[in-house]
């Protein structure tokens, strides 16, 4: 009787060979799989636009998401909080999921690379004018008396760094507000040049 049994279970192993060994073969693959399988690359979460940014409105909750990228490819100066971006304003224009930068908020992290500067901000006369200026721009700042007729231009401030270009308002009767980088004895002159003065700049070659 056991002898029988031994016979039949070798001819049902012969009928079911081939299912017997595919299915090895599965399990063999189930268990590499894992040890074959690369690494997943580090992440970190970042605060991404939804959508494309002007400069010169404080940024909402709705502007922003959190995005995760490689950490390998997140650029130096990405911001992870929300609250850190909330509030601020643009220094330029952003693309719909561009990661945010401390340099991309007008702020103290714009004039990191000059020390002692502060942020200046200066109202132009001509708003068009304001709207040919690009962050990093360099311009002279050009000063006419408005009570004395005829007067010349003279230049209060040379070399100065754009840090940002807010979006005007559809009539502005002050004229078209610009953010330079200046030192403050620069920042005193400029700011007493804006009494009984119309302010203008000329554009820097790179």
């Not at 040049?193 to 790179?206: D, E, H, I, Q, Y």
Request: no cysteine.
């Amino acid at each position: 009787m056991k002898e029988l049994g031994v016979r039949e279970l070798s001819r049902t192993v012969r009928r079911h060979r081939g299912l017997l060994s595919a299915g090895l073969v599965a399990a063999a693959v189930a268990v590499a799989l894992p040890t074959l399988a690369p690494t997943p690359a580090p992440t970190v979460q970042l605060i991404a636009a939804t959508h494309d940014l002007v400069p010169g409105s404080p940024l909402t909750a709705g502007d922003l998401a959190l995005a995760v990228w490689p950490r390998a490819l997140a650029p130096s100066g990405a911001l992870t909080s929300m609250d850190a971006v909330v509030g601020r304003v643009l220094a330029g224009p952003v693309r719909a999921g561009e990661a945010i930068t401390d340099l991309r908020l007008v702020g103290s992290g714009l004039l990191v690379r000059g020390r002692g500067l502060v942020a200046a901000p200066v109202r132009l006369a001509d708003p068009a004018t304001a709207g040919l200026l690009h962050s990093g721009d360099r311009v002279d700042v050009l000063a006419v008396r408005t009570d004395q007729p005829g007067a010349e231009a003279v230049t209060v401030a040379s070399g100065l760094e754009v840090l940002a270009v807010p979006a005007a308002g559809e009539s502005d009767p002050d004229g078209a507000l610009v953010v330079l980088a200046a030192t403050p004895a620069t920042a005193a002159r400029l700011a007493a040049a804006a009494v009984g003065s119309r302010l203008s700049v000329t554009v820097l070659a790179p």
